[in-house]
């Protein structure tokens, strides 16, 4: 149960993370 739980944290984490990183690249992207 405790893994499962940890899993769907650590994928909810990555995706949020990887959205970010776009949306930072994206605007580094405009600016340069």
């Known amino acids: 149960m ?7 944290i650590v ?3 990555t995706t949020a993370n990887s959205s970010m990183s ?3 690249q994206r605007r580094i992207e405009k600016y340069s």
Not at 2 to 8: D, E, G, R
């Open 2 to 8: 405790y893994m499962l739980v940890a899993l769907s």
């Open 11 to 13: 994928r909810y984490a």
């Open 22 to 24: 776009i949306k930072f």
